[in-house]
């Protein structure tokens, strides 16, 4: 089988930082994603782990350890536009045509 | 949405009709993908497909169908519509770089 787990609930000031873990158990991996969704709106991309390691986008890092079948997004200086739906995904197939995505985390962000 | 369309944004359907929601793209990607999403629910894949003439089934494909006739469309077949299938559904292009881009999105009821 395939799963994903992540928290459904984070709550968080701005300027704040928070962190969404990520913990995978799949057949197939060839990266972990992470997209954020508005209410009402379209899936967009945030970032891409192949390797180990830490990836830096601006105010958004992610972290992938695959022996510990475990990532992380990093939200630096929240914002309330923060507020979101995000998902990890994990690439099932090497093309990364097929993504099994995480159930999501609801991010609010309050003043 | 990096160039995806996808048509109707809205549709109702009676329990046992078909239909075929429409996915096109003009950025000449070899990759799409079709999913699903339920409330509270984290996306669901489909069916996908790596390029013309191919296509394959993803974690949720009973009662659907896809072909890929050409590069530029997707389309999605509901065979015999159920409650079952009110959802919302995406669907995506595999960008250069990992990243998937979804098109606005089908809401779609079934009564």
């Known amino acids: 089988g395939q799963s994903l787990e992540q928290p459904s609930e984070v709550t968080a000031v701005e300027g704040a930082i928070v962190q969404i873990n990520c913990t995978y158990q799949?057949?197939?991996?060839?990266?972990l994603s992470w997209y954020q969704q508005h209410d009402g709106g379209a899936p967009t991309f945030l970032s891409y782990?192949?390797?180990?390691g830490l990836e830096e986008t601006g105010r958004f890092s992610s972290f992938l350890s695959r022996s510990d079948s475990y990532g992380y997004l990093l939200l630096q200086e929240l914002q309330m536009k923060d507020s979101a739906s995000y998902f990890c995904?994990?690439?099932?197939?090497?093309?990364?045509?097929?993504?099994?995505f995480g159930k999501g985390t609801t991010l609010s962000v309050s003043s | 949405n990096a160039g995806v369309t996808q048509t109707p944004k809205f549709q109702v359907l009676k329990t046992g009709q078909s239909m075929t929601l429409q996915c096109a793209q003009d950025?000449?990607?070899?990759?799409m993908s079709w999913y699903r999403q339920d409330p509270g629910m984290g996306l669901r894949l489909i069916h996908y497909?790596?390029?013309?003439?191919?296509?394959d089934q993803g974690e949720v494909p009973n009662g659907y169908n896809v072909s890929r006739s050409t590069t530029e469309d997707f389309p999605l077949r509901l065979l015999s519509a159920a409650p079952s299938q009110t959802s919302v559904y995406f669907c995506?292009?595999?960008?250069?770089?990992?990243?998937?881009?979804f098109g606005p999105g089908t809401r779609l009821t079934v009564l």
């Open positions: 995506a292009i595999r960008g250069a770089k990992n990243e998937q881009f």
């Open positions: 799949t057949s197939g991996f060839y990266g």
């Open positions: 782990n192949a390797l180990d």
């Open positions: 995904a994990v690439r099932r197939d090497q093309a990364g045509t097929a993504l099994i």
């Open positions: 950025m000449n990607h070899e990759y």
């Open positions: 497909s790596v390029g013309a003439g191919i296509t």
